[in-house]
T-cell receptor
Framework: EDKVVQSPLSLVVHEGDTVTLNCSYEVTNFRSLLWYKQEKKAPTFLFML????IEKKSGRLSSILDKKELFSILNITATQTGDSAIYLC????????????FGKGTLLTVNP | NAGVTQTPKFRVLKTGQSMTLLCAQDMNHEYMYWYRQDPGMGLRLIHY???????AKGEVPDGYNVSRLKKQNFLLGLESAAPSQTSVYFCASSYLQAGVGNNEQFFGPGTRLTVL
């Protein structure tokens, strides 16, 4: 059974801190790993990672994938209160029948 | 572009009642998905569709039916609602399979359903 495990499940930091969110996976026929940010409503797409060691960056957010050790990290530097959200990790796996498996998410709270 | 819209936003049902949730997208996407999100469980795929007239089961399909009669619409039906179906339901769409190439999923705002 495919598994995606995120850690920590929740995290409270102060504005300006740097945080690292973790996502490990055990899936059959891995294709890609995706990160989403979910504020009050719908998840919004952040990154898609397919290759090991290549950092994807968007402003203060960055992410990298390690296909050998089967994990990804999402870094947020100089956190702001607007970064408070649930961060979801998902993997796409499969050959002809794709499967998208989500982790349970990390709840990040950034206090002023 | 409205993106992905869902109706209704909230609904309360009694056990045994039926209802249909409507998802619409105006991005000409082929793939559409229905997820449920429960506390501590992440997003779980109920059903999905890879094109007009097609549907397929996801991870937790029992108790739900879907239809994709038009490309832009994906309907999720509950024939006989149960308290275990109390959840937040999200619809999503993507041009092709999300996670392949540059295909990302766009999510709707969600429907909060309570079954008493």
């Amino acid at each position: 059974e495919d598994k995606v495990v995120q850690s920590p499940l929740s995290l409270v930091v102060h504005e300006g801190d740097t945080v690292t969110l973790n996502c490990s996976y055990e899936v059959t026929n891995f294709r890609s790993l995706l990160w989403y940010k979910q504020e009050k409503k719908a998840p919004t797409f952040l990154f898609m990672l397919t290759s090991s060691g290549i950092e994807k960056k968007s402003g203060r957010l960055s992410s990298i994938l390690d296909k050998k050790e089967l994990f990804s990290i999402l870094n947020i530097t100089a956190t702001q209160t607007g970064d408070s959200a649930i961060y979801l990790c998902a993997t796409l796996s499969g050959g002809s029948n794709y499967k998208l498996t989500f982790g349970k998410g990390t709840l990040l709270t950034v206090n002023p | 572009n409205a993106g992905v819209t869902q109706t209704p936003k909230f609904r309360v049902l009694k056990t045994g009642q039926s209802m249909t949730l409507l998802c619409a997208q105006d991005m000409n996407h082929e793939y559409m998905y229905w997820y449920r999100q429960d506390p501590g469980m992440g997003l779980r795929l109920i059903h999905y569709s890879v094109g007009e007239g097609t549907t397929a089961k996801g991870e937790v399909p029992d108790g739900y039916n879907v239809s994709r009669l038009k490309k832009q619409n994906f309907l999720l039906g509950l024939e006989s609602a149960a308290p275990s179906q109390t959840s937040v339901y999200f619809c999503a769409s993507s041009y092709l399979q999300a996670g392949v190439g540059n295909n990302e999923q766009f999510f709707g705002p969600g429907t909060r359903l309570t079954v008493l």
